[in-house]
């Protein structure tokens, strides 16, 4: 059967070499005759597939031993609350606010620390990222948090904010791995993998030494320590093994690719070929503002819901799946994680041409 472009916002598209390999592996894993799945995570195989799949990540992202690299449970939605129980010192924390990720997380900060919103791109549907340049961080904040990629709203933070030598905690969800980034200007970051890693399941957080050696308030759960984690090289408890192996073979297909440089271009490349037909197209437009726009999530409308839902349906007819917008934006939105080909962007680019002649 014929494989679709899922435009999925996440759990999303996985490389197809991914998949294969994963397949042919399934029954018989490296000829040990069992399945990664039924395998001991304290088996030589297993610890084999965590070490490589640390230190090929460690490889793209140049993570330096700074930094401590843990894979969890729970989702990026626990760490929004991890985040403040474990490295909060004077119980104070600035977070800006670029969507509903963004806002969740401070919520959760608010349960535990006064959590100071200084900058916000509400007031225009978090359409924009706000102006981080001069920033009025509270003094003794204890970390400056930002989502770095606002997958529901399809905004990207271009620049990081100056944080005044506050510690920087970013969500990198939706954006990890589809670009080099400077790992050191981070105190930490994390992202679910569902986005554009791997399977959902495994949350990876890549956590500065330092900023470990806080101590997290009384209350915090041993499974809510980051600390439980580094400890034990994510093995504390039982962890999502088939969805560490996945990622790993994902951060091998993606050294394989050329690495993060070469996935950069390869993103602009798709990115740019569907904004710039949203440009010039008279039906559909960008709901985003253009310097802010995400390369992985590309939400578009046409100006009426009725257009919006035909398109969404023909489209699904031709292949081309879940670009229905989230509930929150209506729409459409396309994302082009990683694993999207460029052929899906231009089929879907060509789609959306022929729809536009047809619907005038
Ligand atoms: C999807 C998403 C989340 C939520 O992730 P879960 O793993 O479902 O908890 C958080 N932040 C961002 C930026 C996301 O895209």
């Excluded at 626990?78 to 129980?85: A, D, G, I, R, T």
């Excluded at 993998?193 to 900023?211: R, Y």
Aim: net charge neutral.
């Amino acid at each position: 059967m014929k494989r679709v472009f899922n435009f999925s916002a996440g759990p999303a598209v996985l490389p197809e070499e991914v998949l294969k390999e994963a397949a042919n592996e399934m029954l018989n894993y490296k000829g040990i005759g069992m399945s990664v799945m039924e395998m001991s995570h304290r088996s030589k195989e297993f610890e084999e597939i965590l070490e490589s799949a640390k230190s090929d990540l460690s490889d793209l992202l140049k993570i330096s031993s700074d930094y401590e690299i843990v894979f969890i449970q729970g989702g990026a939605s626990s760490v929004f609350s991890m985040v403040p129980l474990n490295f909060s010192e004077n119980k104070i924390s600035d977070y800006i606010l670029t969507g509903q990720w963004a806002q969740k997380a401070y919520d959760e900060a608010t349960r535990y620390t006064k959590a100071n919103i200084i900058a916000s791109s509400k007031d225009e549907n978090y359409s924009y990222i706000p102006d981080c340049t001069n920033l009025t961080v509270t003094k003794n904040a204890d970390y400056v948090y930002i989502c770095e990629n606002n997958t529901i709203y399809g905004t990207k933070f271009k620049t990081l904010p100056d944080t005044k030598g506050k510690p920087l905690i970013a969500d990198l969800s939706s954006c990890i791995l589809s670009e080099p980034m400077d790992v050191e200007k981070y105190a930490m970051f994390f992202a679910g993998a569902q986005k554009n890693i791997g399977p959902a399941g495994v949350t990876l957080a890549v956590i500065n030494k330092e900023l470990l050696k806080r101590t997290p308030l009384a209350e915090t759960p041993t499974m809510m320590r980051f600390s439980t984690h580094v400890k034990a090289n994510s093995l504390y408890n039982t962890p999502p093994t088939y969805g560490i192996y996945l990622c790993g073979k994902v951060f091998k297909w993606l050294k394989k690719e050329g690495g993060l440089s070469v996935m950069k271009e390869k993103n602009e490349r798709k990115a740019s070929l569907l904004y710039d037909y949203l440009d010039e197209s008279t039906l559909f437009k960008g709901t985003v503002k253009r310097e802010d726009r995400s390369l992985m999530n590309a939400p578009f409308i046409t100006g009426t819901k009725e257009l919006d839902e035909k398109f969404i349906q023909e489209a699904k007819e031709a292949g081309l799946v879940n670009l229905k917008g989230h509930r929150s934006v209506g729409g459409m939105r396309a994302s082009i994680y990683n694993a999207m080909p460029l052929e899906g962007v231009e089929t879907l680019v060509e789609f959306m041409k022929k729809f536009e002649r047809e619907n005038r």
